[in-house]
């Protein structure tokens, strides 16, 4: 079946403007993860959600990152006023419940 | 608070030989995961395999094998007759209460023809 997709694939932004990354988990998959990997701070989680339950934001860096999920299926995650630092590769995982999580190909973003 | 340490950050072998990727783990948790990935070039993270704490069987698939100690807090990775293919960064994870995963730095492997 498919697997985790995520767009864009790549994405170049200006300092100061907002971005939007997209997730689409493995169909039946309740549980859905936002991860990030730059060179500096290996993987690093982000933001978890499970079914209807209130996400797990715990891991976002600052107030000027978000994400939603939408029906339970799709999630965006949301950068504000992006600064360099945010240049990183944005992973997604979704897991059946909380069980093996599986990840897309991500999204690479570059903050000039 | 949860550790994952891969002290080995790069490993060259020529194809054929074996090749262990060591992996230790920090947790006062009772009931753990702990998870391998790899990473090839094109950077998607492939899962390979997930053992709980509470099942120190090793385990062999293919030419991959994986030896769960406990005692030493270690989940060690061997590749036996390593590939050209086999190239890439593994990882090293664990997981206890909550579904986060707290991964290692990685280890870069690169299998030499």
């Known amino acids: 079946g498919a697997g985790v997709s995520q767009s864009p694939s790549n994405k170049v932004t200006e300092k100061g403007k907002d971005v939007e990354l997209r997730c689409d988990p493995i169909?039946?998959?309740?549980?859905l993860y936002w991860y990030r990997q730059s060179l500096g701070q290996g993987l690093e989680f982000l933001i978890y959600?499970?079914?209807?339950?209130?996400?797990?934001k715990s891991g976002l860096p600052s107030d000027r990152f978000s994400a939603e999920r939408t029906g339970g299926s799709v999630s965006t995650l949301t950068i504000q006023r992006t600064q360099q630092e945010d240049s990183a590769v944005y992973l997604c995982?979704?897991?059946?419940?909380?069980?093996?999580?599986?990840f897309g190909p991500g999204t690479r973003l570059t903050v000039l | 608070a949860q550790k994952v340490t891969q002290a080995q950050t790069e490993i060259s072998v020529v194809e054929k030989e074996d090749v262990t990727l060591d992996c230790v783990y920090e947790?006062?948790?009772?009931?753990?995961?702990l998870f391998w990935y790899k990473q090839p070039p094109s950077g998607e993270l492939v899962f390979l395999i997930r053992?709980?704490?509470?099942?120190?069987q090793n385990e062999i698939s293919g030419r991959y094998s994986w030896n769960f100690q406990k005692s030493t807090s270690s989940f060690n990775f061997t590749i036996t007759a390593s590939q050209v293919v086999d190239s890439a960064v593994y990882f090293c994870?664990?997981?206890?209460?909550?579904?986060?995963?707290?991964f290692g730095e990685g280890t870069q492997l690169t299998v030499n023809p």
């Open positions: 169909s039946g998959h309740t549980a």
């Open positions: 959600f499970q079914g209807n339950s209130a996400p797990d």
């Open positions: 994870a664990l997981r206890v209460s909550g579904s986060r995963l707290t």
């Open positions: 947790t006062r948790d009772t009931t753990y995961y």
């Open positions: 053992r709980n704490s509470f099942d120190e």
């Open positions: 995982a979704s897991s059946p419940f909380t069980d093996t999580q599986y």
